[in-house]
């Protein structure tokens, strides 16, 4: 009875719409019991003051506190927010069965009827996308003709919008790790465009989309939202009707990442050149301007009006709320993340409201498996944003069967203690790691790492080890992936010296070879000579996510895999030009982002040893075991996290939703 849970967590097809659930109880821990119906959405939101401010004199003095003790006289809090009020009205919208009714366009209905009832000879959208997007379709198109429930949410989606982004209109959709948003993206983008180019005189719509990723790994996947590319999802997987396919070749769409709207020198001067030309006047400017950065990013946008903005991972963009002073309150590794959180951020969606400002933007659409504002945004970490209308949630995934379940090990060696310390490594620990800088790393010993974390990593590898024979036996091609996600890049190169091996420097200038701790994972043989192939990757995400050159230091860290992986890519083709011409950081991206992939250069990667957070769109689908070295502050972090360890290797239904 008590693994009931865990022998079959899942309770619904993946196509239909969620009608059972697992019971949860107070500490989010499945009750064995199956709840007869939809799980409901359960968050806490900032409460945006509103806009009319009659008797706000009388009411300033009230605080009714409904977001569990967060609330203050500067910002409410409350636990329900909107989205079990839109599920419910799409649900009686979907429900209806004329067509004529449903109050869309002609172009829509077909789209709808298309959606939930062709044929596909391959691939399906599930529920959720389908739900996505009909969401995004009634709040469009339907509650802008209803009645007085309807207007009344559309003013609260507008009062949040301008409390938090006052420049732009922001609806989200949350959709878990795995569900598949770029999908969901090409589903709108579809949409939009077929229905601007059937009514060109319609505020509703357009044609012209600007897709926005937090960096390079995700914006190359994206292309495939291009009509034109050989992967486009619009034709192979059956998005739009046949006959109304050419009219997307009619869409205008630019994909970047958000650091390209950070405004670059137009001329590189030295220091000295610079001081020379600026004389005593005023300061030299160099920098473009916004609208030569707006030509630079996005020229096929230029001539257009009122776009559509694609967020992809859409937390990362927000306005910080000023004057709360939360980042006083951190310190050391907390504070330095926060800063470093408001900084991306604000490049982001003054890069967005830049936009606005120049072309016009009528509706930006956040995607994000967690739409939470991050820690030093001034609003609670962990509070969902108020223009979220829609939720498909990582429990909901499991029970539909779209991602794999995730596990806790309930191994733990460290004897004494009334709760097991790996539950909360990083408490345990962190006094006796280094802090931010490889110098700081430099003068330590990997093999004096604290037993705690020894002793964790060698009792989650010896799970690997099970894992690993089980693959061999069963002629999987590549290995199961295992992931240790670091604090910072003191921590992960001693942790990655630790699991692969390193040469260590003596006193006389000779250097000795310690083996890796955990033998699968080195990166040299009994001699210290290193691997043709190295079992283990020594990344820094951020880094090669922004597209600028690697940091030196991290250079000099990961040179070894570097000149490695250079010289398998000429084995491989026999081309010297090939392996010259890739920067050090696109190579470590193809690597990273191939891990798993048979034939691709990161097929023979077994364990990743991460900064910071592990990109997100790093969809290698063989990862099995994940190890943090780092603060998991809330539910956010967590997530992001474990989502790079749940996408499956097949969507096979077994028999029991076979037929459905």
């Not at 890069?351 to 956040?366: C, F, I, R, S, T």
């Not at 690993?468 to 199961?480: F, M, N, V």
Request: glycine share 6%; with cysteine.
């Amino acid at each position: 009875m008590s693994d009931r849970f865990f022998n079959q967590p899942i309770l619904n097809s993946p196509y239909e719409y969620p009608a059972r659930h697992w019971e949860l109880d107070a500490e989010g821990q499945p009750t064995q019991q199956i709840i007869e119906r939809r799980r409901t959405a359960e968050f806490i939101t900032p409460i945006p003051k509103p806009r009319k401010r009659k008797q706000i004199q009388i009411q300033s003095e009230m605080i009714f506190d409904e977001g569990k003790g967060l609330s203050t006289s500067d910002q409410q809090y409350d636990a329900t927010g909107n989205i079990n009020v839109v599920r419910n009205l799409v649900d009686q919208w979907r429900l209806i069965p004329d067509p004529a009714n449903w109050k869309v366009t002609p172009e829509t209905a077909r789209l709808l009827h298309h959606w939930r009832h062709h044929r596909f000879s391959s691939i399906r959208p599930f529920f959720c996308q389908v739900e996505a997007v009909e969401t995004l379709i009634w709040l469009t198109e339907v509650a802008p003709k209803s009645g007085k429930r309807e207007q009344a949410l559309l003013e609260r989606i507008a009062s949040a919008n301008h409390e938090a982004n006052p420049e732009l209109y922001r609806i989200a959709l949350k959709m878990a790790t795995g569900s598949g948003k770029t999908t969901v993206m090409a589903m709108i983008i579809a949409w939009q465009t077929i229905n601007a180019v059937r009514h060109p005189t319609s505020k509703r719509f357009t044609r012209g989309f600007l897709v926005v990723a937090p960096g390079l790994t995700i914006r190359d996947r994206l292309r495939v939202l291009q009509p034109n590319d050989p992967d486009s999802y619009y034709a192979s997987r059956e998005l739009a009707p046949t006959d109304l396919l050419p009219e997307l070749d009619k869409a205008k769409i630019v994909i970047t990442n958000y650091h390209a709207f950070k405004l670059r020198e137009r001329v590189k001067l030295a220091s000295g050149t610079r001081s020379l030309l600026q004389g005593r006047g005023d300061d030299l400017n160099t920098l473009e301007t916004e609208g030569q950065m707006l030509q630079r990013v996005m020229p096929e946008l230029m001539a257009m009006k009122n776009i559509m903005v694609l967020n992809d991972e859409a937390h990362h963009c927000y306005r910080e709320k000023p004057g709360d002073g939360e980042e006083d309150k951190l310190k050391g590794d907390d504070l330095q993340e926060a800063k470093k959180n408001n900084e991306a951020a604000r490049l982001w969606i003054s890069g967005l409201e830049m936009v606005k400002q120049k072309l016009g933007v009528a509706q930006v659409v956040d995607l994000s498996a967690t739409p939470f504002f991050l820690r030093g945004s001034g609003y609670a970490e962990g509070t969902i944003f108020p223009w979220t209308m829609s939720d498909f949630s990582l429990m909901d995934a499991i029970e539909c069967g779209i991602v794999k379940l995730p596990r806790v090990p309930v191994a733990d060696n460290i004897p004494g203690g009334d709760m097991p310390k790996f539950r909360n490594l990083w408490e345990h620990i962190r006094a006796k790691m280094p802090k931010k800088g490889r110098g700081k790393a430099k003068n330590l010993d990997p093999l004096s790492l604290p037993p705690t974390l020894i002793t964790a990593l060698e009792a989650l590898y010896g799970h690997y080890q099970k894992t690993y024979e089980l693959w061999d036996k069963a002629g999987i091609r590549t290995p199961p992936a295992f992931i240790i996600v670091c604090q910072n890049t003191a921590i992960s190169k001693l942790v990655y010296d630790y699991v692969s091996g390193f040469q260590r420097e003596n006193d006389d200038g000779s250097s000795s070879y310690e083996a890796g701790r955990l033998e699968l994972f080195r990166n040299f043989d009994e001699h210290g000579n290193p691997l043709a192939r190295p079992n283990t990757l020594l990344i820094d995400s951020e880094q090669l996510e922004s597209g600028e050159a690697l940091d030196s230091n991290f250079r000099q860290m990961a040179g070894s895999e570097i000149e490695q992986f250079r010289r398998e890519i000429i084995q491989r083709t026999g081309d010297q030009r090939q392996a010259d011409n890739l920067s050090d950081q696109d190579l470590l991206r193809e690597v990273m982002n191939t891990v798993g992939k048979a034939g691709r250069l990161g097929e023979s990667i077994r364990c990743v040893v991460s900064v910071s957070m592990l990109t997100e769109g790093w969809d290698a689908n063989t990862v099995t075991h994940i190890l943090g070295v780092r603060a998991f502050g809330t539910q956010l972090l967590c997530e992001q996290v474990v989502g790079r360890a749940l996408r499956r290797q097949s969507y096979e239904l077994n028999a029991e939703f076979h037929d459905q």
